[in-house]
């Protein structure tokens, strides 16, 4: 038996936006999905877990089955199993699914003695995204694949972004499932609809990333609070926003956070609070007392998918 | 006796912006204050209200007594009372002040038999606001004059635009006191500090403040409401909203409001929410389920102070 394991994401800044072409910042962290392959008696691809539904469990059997014809793998008279343990939330922004699949192509080309490149296991990891929704922009297989924290842009271009000092992020899930699908849709229409003010929008979105950015290589954690606080109003200006993502975002505030904002789709999932050190705990509790589903402190993961 | 009175107002787009050159959309509303003038045995300027407290009646009477310097007026032997009656909510943003302030000076210039331009009843009410405040951008004494709906820039460049179907707003007070020389400033504190970002915005705000208008102009009302709520996010980015005026902000638009904003300078004060016709108070209750301290269902004052 091989086992692999892979991080889940937050979105830092610049989520929706870089759908139309702006940079993102997205960081790996420490909650992970885990996934052990073995050889079995019964014929074909065998994916289990104690909690993926069914339906998502298909695609990482689609993108085995892809691995194995890429690389003219024959199993023969035997099958392969994946096993998916998971502590990253569904459904919440995190890049649950990502990660899954990550650690599952992992896990089998560590059991057919397959060298993969990065390139090639996030290549796969795209794969199974498309059988999701329709067509991803792959910032979760990438960074779920180098873990740390990258500048992402569309079309797959990433840059490291080396911290300079420890940060520790406050993840609430709201409890309310969305669909990234529909979210995106509804920016997309409302960019066709208000093109000029959506224009005044990305541009703004750039530079709060770029300030991000040098906040992160600096050291300058409360430029960064800053920067979560204008992004998160973006957010809201969008359209992805509810009163539970307002509650949880200005909760974490108003108890200390140097920043807060939604992560990811929005409309539901989760938000992040940046904490001051040693603050993260008091932070999440006042999370939970505002409602929020549940908590995670996470710190970020430097190493990607193994 | 002579009476007077002045509309109160809200802001529809391009609060806080409007400091730095940016458009504004500002509407006289049908919360009014009322002034009464006479004249008295006792000497000098006597200023009564039942509700304003005696600190924010000194501006009051330092203008009435410019007014009279100005004109030469010269009472001899007698003195002048102002008695005023206002219900619009204090330090709530809805330009209480201002509405005092200028049906005052119209109370006594009836009184006095004296016939001043508009530009002279506001330049009197931005001197009232001057004891006040350091810097006022002018807008409040501007619009409580002309009544209707105003493109205001600062330097009190305006132009009045004409709506095509009527508005029904809800205002809600959070409660929350708030001073907006303090807001002002810490808006100035972050466009300082990342003007990149806060140039995007003020792009962004001005492009929405455009689109506004020509929807109150064409009766686009779904427009006018998208515009609100893009016109919100800006101001939750520059950092003036809070948990309550969130939670307002948010349900009135799940119950059903076109678009809902802090109106003003935010950290307290009240939000509006543009209703569909006839659903001002299903949206008015809510907002009191949701903790809103006071609501008022507002009508765009067609007519200003008189």
């Not at 830092?12 to 052990?36: N, Q, R, S, T």
């Not at 290549?123 to 498309?130: P, T």
């Not at 770029?210 to 979560?228: S, T, Y």
């Not at 992560?263 to 603050?279: R, S």
Request: charged share 25%; with cysteine; hydrophobic share 45%.
């Amino acid at each position: 038996m091989t086992e692999a394991v892979a991080p889940g994401k937050i979105i830092i800044c610049g989520e929706h936006f870089v759908v139309y072409g702006e940079p993102a910042i997205v960081a790996a962290v420490d909650l992970k999905a885990y996934a052990y392959a073995s050889f079995v008696d019964e014929l074909g691809i065998h994916i289990y877990s104690s909690r993926v539904s069914e339906v998502s469990l298909r695609p990482i059997h689609e993108v085995i089955k892809l691995l194995l014809e890429s690389r003219n793998v024959r199993l023969d008279n035997r099958g392969i199993a994946v096993s998916i343990n998971s502590e990253i939330p569904i459904s919440a922004g995190l890049g649950s699914s990502a990660a899954v699949a990550i650690a599952s192509i992992l896990a089998v080309s560590k059991l057919l003695g397959l060298k993969l490149k990065k390139r090639e296991v996030i290549s796969l990891g795209v794969r199974a995204e498309e059988f999701i929704h329709g067509r991803p922009s792959g910032i979760d297989p990438t960074i779920s694949t180098y873990g740390g924290i990258l500048l992402f842009k569309r079309g797959g271009r990433v840059r490291r972004i080396k911290p300079t000092k420890p940060m520790e992020f406050v993840i609430a899930d709201s409890g309310i499932k969305r669909s990234t699908g529909i979210m995106v849709r509804k920016v997309g229409e409302l960019s066709s609809k208000y093109p000029e003010v959506f224009l005044g929008l990305r541009y703004t979105m750039r530079k709060i990333v770029r300030r991000a950015m040098k906040a992160i290589v600096e050291g300058e954690i409360e430029i960064l609070g800053d920067m979560l606080n204008l992004n998160h109003g973006l957010l809201s200006a969008i359209g992805v926003s509810n009163s539970k993502l307002e509650r949880l975002v200005y909760v974490a505030r108003e108890v200390g956070a140097l920043g807060s904002k939604i992560t990811g789709a929005g409309g539901g999932g989760c938000i992040i609070a940046l904490a001051k050190p040693g603050e993260s705990d008091r932070i999440a509790s006042s999370l939970i007392d505002a409602g929020a589903e549940a908590v995670y402190k996470a710190r970020i993961a430097e190493v990607g998918a193994m």
